[in-house]
């Protein structure tokens, strides 16, 4: 089966830097991708990684390791807004995402 | 309309009940996707169709009835269902490219109660 792991909840203050870290074991890899998603409303796309290294867009980046089984997503300059769950979901063949239960950022003023 | 659009955003049926989700993409995708999100768990994959194929079935109890008549449109039939089976309900679609990047866009969810 897939397996999926990121950390239940973070909190961090307005101006911060929080790092969302997720590793996984799946049975093939074809990407990975973090969607954000605002209580009550539908998961949006942040990121996308297939090859290591580092993806920079905007005050949003991910990384990934594919030896290690590891992602993280860096969130820079914390605003209110940047308060929601984010999802690791990977890709394991042409189409079907496996998702993490998801981290629930709290931005504190 | 633009992007995902289900209907409706809340529902509420007891178990002897017969409703259907319904959803709608206005990107011009060729695949499209039921998720079940229940607190505190994963997204879970019940549906994919693929130019209104069904590709994957996973493993959902079949009071759960999908139908795709043309691949902008999906619907989810709902029978004699379970107080387990409240949750949010997400459609998302994406185009259909193996060697390409995409990501899947999402619906707003419909808000499912069984009492």
């Known amino acids: 089966g897939q397996n999926i792991d990121q950390p239940t909840e973070m909190t961090a203050t307005e101006g911060a830097i929080v790092q969302i870290n997720c590793t996984y074991q799946?049975?093939?890899?074809?990407?990975l991708f973090w969607y954000q998603q605002h209580a009550g409303e539908a998961p949006t796309f942040l990121s996308y990684n297939v090859l290591d290294g580092l993806e920079e867009k905007g005050r949003f980046s991910s990384f990934l390791s594919r030896s290690k089984g590891y992602s993280y997503l860096l969130l820079k300059e914390l605003q209110m807004k940047d308060s929601a769950s984010y999802l690791c979901?990977?890709?394991?063949?042409?189409?079907?995402?496996?998702f993490g239960a998801g981290t629930t950022v709290t931005v504190r003023a | 309309e633009t992007g995902v659009t289900q209907t409706p955003r809340h529902l509420v049926m007891g178990m002897t009940n017969k409703k259907s989700l319904k959803c709608e993409q206005h990107?011009?995708?060729?695949?499209m996707y039921w998720y079940k999100q229940s607190a505190k768990k994963p997204l879970e994959l019940m549906f994919v169709?693929?130019?209104?194929?069904?590709?994957e079935n996973n493993s959902v109890p079949s009071r759960f009835s999908p139908e795709c008549p043309n691949s902008s449109h999906l619907f989810l039939h709902l029978h004699t269902l379970q107080p387990e089976d409240s949750a949010l309900y997400l459609c998302?679609?994406?185009?259909?490219?193996?060697?390409?990047?995409?990501?899947?866009?999402f619906g707003p969810g419909t808000r499912l109660t069984v009492t």
């Open positions: 979901a990977v890709r394991d063949g042409d189409y079907k995402l496996s």
């Open positions: 998302a679609s994406s185009q259909f490219q193996a060697d390409t990047s995409y990501e899947q866009y």
């Open positions: 169709y693929n130019f209104k194929e069904q590709t």
């Open positions: 799946t049975s093939g890899f074809n990407g």
């Open positions: 990107l011009g995708h060729n695949a």
